[in-house]
């Protein structure tokens, strides 16, 4: 049989996931564990780019991983780890910055968001991009599959393993992004990407208050219930799209045509279908939260292999470099 290709991606430690992370990216991962050899990972070294609080860091980082099982990821399918138990993705970073120009990583969009809102970038932002590309290319990845905005740091990482081959010999494979048009880029309850920044998100455990209270916040036009609306005009339709299936959705954008739905009851039924979707998943994180300390054990055995694996190719990168003389 030929062994499977090798799925890598990471999530960072900063906060409760969103909807929109676990339809952008998230969910691809669960549905495509057998498919791959999947590694996928909690990004705590580039969460200290914004995260400067050991607690906050800990318990983000064990909530990363209680989120990635109550989702339906298997340990034993997938090696879950997180990212500083690798540090040779650190040590690879710096060969790989040593290959790298200052100009090409000003073009990087996360920093000249930061500096078109005139933030002091650390140093680490400056370089988020190059310890993605480590992350990526230590692992031998084909694909790598997250939302939209994280598109141009995968092609960072094909650029990257081209210089090094070019320098130094055919040693890293150039992976493919994943994305998933449909969901590449989730709304917000204003209709702006859906993001931790914004506070226009619905957290992916929410509870039913909390589901119910962002629904209801969704911004809609003024329309009266028996007008026709255009649904892809509007944001409680656009969520639609990712929780109602089938003949209700089908009856839905009918009904929005024909101007007979108002958005309240539009937005009712989004709460059905929300609830519908997260409580099975936030009754398994309750219950696997019960049991943290055997959660954990997860990432100490992940952690394991994804290191041994990062070590063997480090071992072969420090040769061609001229760093290993004996
Ligand atoms: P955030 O952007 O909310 O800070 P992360 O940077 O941790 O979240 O992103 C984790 C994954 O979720 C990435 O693959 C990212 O592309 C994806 N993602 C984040 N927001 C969205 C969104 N609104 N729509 C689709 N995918 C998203
Ligand atoms: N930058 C990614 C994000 O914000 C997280 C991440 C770090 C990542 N390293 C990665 C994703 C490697 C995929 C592959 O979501």
């Not at 226009?200 to 609306?229: C, G, R």
Request: proline share 5%; charged share 30%; with cysteine.
């Amino acid at each position: 049989m030929a062994s499977k290709k090798i799925l890598l991606s990471g999530v960072k430690p900063t906060g409760r996931p969103h909807v929109g992370n676990y339809f952008g990216a998230m969910k691809q991962f669960v549905e495509l564990q057998n498919e791959f050899e999947s590694y996928i990972f909690i990004a705590d070294l580039h969460a200290l780019t914004t995260v400067q609080n050991k607690e906050e860091l800990e318990e983000n980082t064990a909530g990363v991983l209680l989120d990635y099982m109550a989702i339906g990821l298997d340990p034993k399918n997938v090696t879950i780890y997180k990212q500083s138990d690798v540090p040779q993705v650190a040590e690879l970073a710096w060969i790989f910055n040593c290959l790298t120009t200052v100009p090409y990583l000003e073009r990087a969009h996360a920093y000249k968001d930061a500096i078109a809102n005139k933030k002091e970038p650390n140093v680490g932002l400056f370089d988020y991009p190059i310890l993605m590309a480590a992350d990526i290319l230590i692992q031998d990845t084909d694909v790598v599959p997250v939302g939209q905005d994280q598109k141009q740091h995968v092609e960072i990482a094909r650029d990257t393993a081209q210089k090094f081959n070019n320098a130094f010999g055919e040693t890293f494979k150039l992976p493919d992004v994943l994305i998933l048009d449909q969901v590449a880029t989730v709304p917000g309850t204003d209709g702006r990407k859906m993001s931790k920044s914004y506070g226009n998100t619905i957290p992916l455990f929410a509870t039913d208050e909390e589901i119910e209270k962002a629904v209801m916040s969704i911004v809609t036009d003024s329309k009266l219930p028996d007008e026709p609306k255009d649904p892809e005009k509007d944001n409680v339709f656009a969520l639609h799209k990712l929780f109602t299936e089938g003949p209700e959705f089908a009856e839905l954008r009918d009904r929005y045509e024909a101007g007979k739905i108002g958005y309240k009851e539009s937005k009712e039924i989004l709460i059905k279908n929300i609830k519908k979707v997260i409580t099975p998943m936030r009754e398994r994180r309750q219950a696997l939260e019960e049991d943290k300390q055997a959660v954990l054990e997860v990432l100490k055995s992940g952690g394991k292999t994804a290191r041994e694996r990062a070590e063997k190719k480090m071992e072969e990168v420090r040769k061609l470099v001229g760093l290993k003389l004996y």
